[in-house]
């Protein structure tokens, strides 16, 4: 089992963002992580990512606590925020080597990503030259250089148009046959294209867990009826 999420609850002062989440997901799942803005997605993510710490309950990434095994849980997991936060005055391959620097990796764990997703015409442009589809297959590409058993994207197709969704969509499910990718999105269609199981949240709490086929090809229809 890649994650196993017990009871956990965050506390922003005395604002609860989150209150009691628990799931699980295992290698081969593509989890779809789907809510209203301020649901608390992007808060349960960043947590699962060791960027904030929960205020009660336990996280367990490839069997071992977060809070225990910070560091060793943290290499297992790649991580893209829904900022996308690049360093634009680098040219694309200079930032990927720099992302292999800090993973003390060879090099040619960067050329790699770079044949995945499709960055090879790019390599030598910097990064702010580039357009918003290719902008997020270089955050792709940080988050997965290092191999890790756990991807967790952020609204990974928020602002692409219809080409780009495509394109990165193809990436996220050809990698996800042997990892564990839990995704968010406001986008139905693309949870519809990409993930085997969907989660809802509202207002910080899990209100459906199921397997896609589960919901009967009614995913829109259901999830409105929820967050009303």
Do not use: W
């Not at 936060?85 to 764990?109: A, T």
């Not at 960067?110 to 290719?134: V, Y």
């Amino acid at each position: 089992m890649s994650i196993k999420i017990n009871s956990i609850s965050k506390l922003f002062n005395q604002n609860k963002a989150l209150n009691k989440i628990s799931f699980e997901a295992n290698p081969g799942d593509i989890v779809g992580v789907l809510g209203p803005n301020g649901a608390g997605k992007s808060t349960m993510m960043k947590i699962i990512a060791g960027y904030y710490t929960q205020t009660e309950g336990t996280i367990h990434v490839c069997g071992k606590d977060t809070l225990e095994n910070d560091i060793v849980t943290k290499s297992k997991i790649g991580y893209l925020s829904e900022e996308n936060p690049l360093y634009g005055e680098m040219f694309v391959v200079e930032f990927l080597e720099f992302i292999c620097d800090i993973h003390k990796l060879d090099y040619e764990h960067c050329q790699k990503m770079i044949e995945l997703t499709g960055l090879k015409k790019e390599k030598n442009k910097k990064i702010k030259t580039l357009s918003k589809g290719f902008q997020q297959r270089v955050g792709i590409a940080q988050a997965l250089i290092h191999d890790p058993e756990v991807i967790i994207l952020d609204e990974p197709t928020s602002g692409l148009d219809p080409k780009q969704l495509i394109e990165i969509r193809d990436i996220i499910t050809k990698i996800g046959k042997e990892k564990t990718i839990l995704l968010s999105t406001h986008i139905i269609q693309e949870v519809e294209a990409m993930c085997n199981r969907i989660i809802i949240i509202n207002n910080g709490e899990i209100i459906a867990n199921k397997k896609i086929e589960e919901f009967e090809n009614k995913i829109e229809e259901v999830f409105l009826e929820l967050i009303k």
